[in-house]
């Protein structure tokens, strides 16, 4: 819970500062105004600020990116560009927040219930192999299943100039970096920096206890203590009031929920039950977990899905003698693979909302991306276990 507190403290500043908006502003000038640059660059910007920021706080600042942009083109380019860009937001949003522990929920809840129930512990860099291995896969396919919606024909060099010069126009707009911007941006970058090398530090640093929990919360104080050179601190407690507690609340309620679960006798009985199988391979049990976390989710919230499903994950890992682990990765980062109905995930809602959208042709390439989720989690773990 500290963890994510601390995570969430961070993205307020990049909010406060607009300093997420800059740097999406950047890409987006690097990648080019042609078709598919623009949607490239719409998946990157939006993946990487939703690695360190909540998803719906990634869409909502996106969307209007996005709508100014294609106002600029001609009707006709603008509605051929319109619904795959908006649907690469919402899915960007989605598959950015596997790569980093505190991308999205399910990753700390599936880290949280390691270490409170198996003494196990899994940090941020131990993370990220597994979370940016999924998200450059599935960012990739979503790119071309996307890229099967944009025409033909490319800008012609007067709608490609129009494009650039709003792009560089907004940019020029935002001025050099601030005070506020610069100190964001030095504990931001420092504190993805300490999350990586943390186990090398622990080897230096015998005598410092390194935890990933303990840098999130010396830069969520740093943040509030660090001054902006006008007797005022980068944030102050007014600006608590825009995090999201109620996630906070539902993390920790979804951890003793797993661990009220575990404790049942039910589970108990259902690994004596399970047992009576025979052996069943672990394969199938990276399916049905594959399948679970990617389907489910488009109908229940993945946090919830999350804790409700790791006691049984665990029940299983012990009845068969599996790795607990290999078995929920398919489950947690298939939590994120909310592709296909706009009520599945706040980004889905957002980019719904816009009325250019429509729930067939959000099914018809959703189903797609699904479909391809749970053959690649699969894979994923089944690698893994022949790594192990």
């Known amino acids: ?17 607009a300093l ?28 990487f600020m939703s690695m360190w920021i909540s998803n719906t706080a990634t869409s909502i600042m996106m969307l209007p990116i996005a709508t100014s942009v294609l ?28 790569a980093t522990l505190i991308g999205t929920p399910p990753n700390l809840i599936f880290a949280g219930f390691l270490s409170e ?18 998200t450059f896969i599935l960012g990739i396919t979503a790119f071309f299943v996307l890229r099967r919606g944009l025409s033909d024909s490319e800008l012609s060099e007067e709608q490609e100039y129009q494009t650039s010069i709003w792009l560089k126009e907004e940019w020029t707009k935002l001025g050099p970096l601030n005070v506020e911007q610069k100190k964001v941006g030095i504990i931001f970058v420092s504190t993805a920096v300490l999350w990586i090398v943390r186990p090398y530090l622990g080897q230096v640093f015998t005598e410092l206890n390194w935890t990933d929990t303990g840098i999130s919360l010396m830069a969520a104080l740093l943040l ?24 906070l609340l539902l993390f920790g309620g979804g951890l003793a929920l797993a661990g009220t679960l575990q404790d049942s006798t039910w589970f108990d009985q259902l690994s004596t039950s399970l047992q009576s199988f025979g ?15 990617v389907f489910a989710t488009e109908l229940l919230s993945n946090m919830a899905l999350v804790s409700a499903l790791l006691p049984l994950v665990l029940t299983i890992s012990i009845a068969f003698g599996f790795s607990m682990e290999l078995i929920s990765i398919p489950l947690v980062l298939g939590a994120s693979c909310a592709f296909m109905l706009p009520m599945a995930t706040p ?3 957002i980019v719904f909302s816009t009325g250019k959208l429509t729930i067939p042709y959000m099914v018809s390439r ?12 699969v894979l994923m773990g089944y690698v893994m276990s022949l790594m192990a």
Do not use: C
Not at 20 to 47: C, E, P, V
Not at 117 to 129: M, Y
């Open 117 to 134: 129930r198996l003494d196990r512990e899994i940090g941020f860099v131990e993370w990220l192999p597994i979370g940016l291995t999924a």
């Open 279 to 293: 052996d069943v391979s672990l394969l199938f049990w990276l399916i049905v977990m594959a399948v679970l976390g």
């Open 366 to 377: 959703g189903i797609v991306m699904n479909v391809i989720s749970v053959i690649v989690l």
């Open 224 to 247: 509030f203590s660090v001054g902006t050179g006008s007797k005022k601190a980068l944030l102050d407690w007014s600006d608590t009031t825009k995090l999201p507690w109620g996630i």
């Open 71 to 98: 106002a600029v083109l001609p009707k006709k380019k603008s509605a051929s560009l319109s619904r795959p860009i908006l649907l690469s937001i919402a899915w960007s949003a989605n598959i950015g927040g596997m």
């Open 20 to 47: 997420h908006y800059r740097i999406a502003l950047w890409i987006l000038n690097k990648t080019g105004t042609q078709d598919y640059g623009l949607l490239a660059g719409f998946m990157i910007s939006t993946g």
């Open 1 to 17: 819970v500290y963890l994510f507190f601390g995570g969430f403290v961070l993205a307020l500043a990049l909010e406060k500062t």
């Open 347 to 349: 980004p889905n809602a």
